[in-house]
């Protein structure tokens, strides 16, 4: 089992329209979670942490269940230019070290 | 926000030379830097995590005698791909994390794209 699984995609989305993206993850030592947008040929940007009361930025909203070991991000009113692959990442501490373990991406295309 | 950079942006080599790739954190100290290996289509894959004055750590089935890391200050990661081949053609990312306030933040570099032929 991967350690960060993610839906596998792509989303195909007309603007306007409402996405939501799910996340697991298998590590329950895991300390914090994020959201990356990563377009394509780039490197990733941090799009907003995850934290446990769930948080919202805007149109996005991140929630966490650590029970379940779940992620989602809710992106509301998409615009052409949310087009990307988003990347639901985890960090844990391992042997002392943080490490932060990457899905494999979700690619959203919002289309006019 | 804290900015990393990589340098360089773009390498073409012949297989079978050594290509080194540098990691810096330009406007903050740096204690633990990761080093990540994406092909094309696929996600970010930690090849390596490089710890200032100590010997990096590597993930499984990551050649260490293949990729080496050095992190000698707190603001510089170096990752030379040694003897490489045309498989190791790939975007190479680094990344620094900037411990704040009890929490971390993470910051990526531009990415280096290695072409061997």
């Known amino acids: 089992r991967k350690e960060v699984e993610q839906d596998p995609g792509p989303f195909n989305v007309p603007e306007g329209a409402t996405v939501a993206f799910n996340c697991t993850y298998s590590?329950?030592?895991?300390?914090?979670f994020f959201w990356y947008r990563q377009d394509c040929r780039k490197e990733p940007k941090l799009l907003m942490s995850?934290?446990?009361s769930g948080n919202e930025d805007g149109r996005f909203t991140a929630q966490l269940n650590r029970a379940s070991q779940y992620i989602s991000l809710l992106i509301r009113d998409s615009k052409l230019s949310d087009s990307a692959t988003y990347l639901c990442?985890?960090?844990?501490?391992?042997?002392?070290?943080?490490?932060?373990?990457f899905g494999a991406g979700t690619r959203l295309a919002v289309h006019p | 926000g804290a900015v990393v950079s990589q340098h360089p942006s773009w390498v073409i080599c012949k297989s079978g030379t050594s290509v080194k790739i540098e990691c810096r954190s330009l406007?903050?100290?740096?204690?633990?830097m990761f080093w990540y290996r994406q092909f094309p289509k696929q996600s970010l894959m930690l090849m390596a995590t490089?710890?200032?004055?100590?010997?990096?750590?590597?993930e499984q089935g990551v050649e260490k005698d293949k990729f080496l890391i050095n992190h000698a200050s707190l603001t510089l990661s170096t990752l030379t791909v040694t003897s490489a081949h045309p498989e190791d053609s790939s975007f190479y990312i680094c990344?620094?994390?900037?411990?704040?306030?009890?929490?971390?933040?993470?910051?990526f570099g531009p990415g280096t794209r290695l072409t061997v032929t």
């Open positions: 590590n329950s030592a895991s300390q914090s």
């Open positions: 990442v985890v960090l844990f501490v391992s042997g002392g070290y943080n490490k932060l373990i």
């Open positions: 995850v934290y446990s």
């Open positions: 990344s620094a994390i900037q411990a704040l306030a009890g929490f971390y933040e993470q910051y």
């Open positions: 490089s710890n200032e004055g100590s010997k990096a750590t590597y």
């Open positions: 406007d903050f100290q740096a204690t633990t």
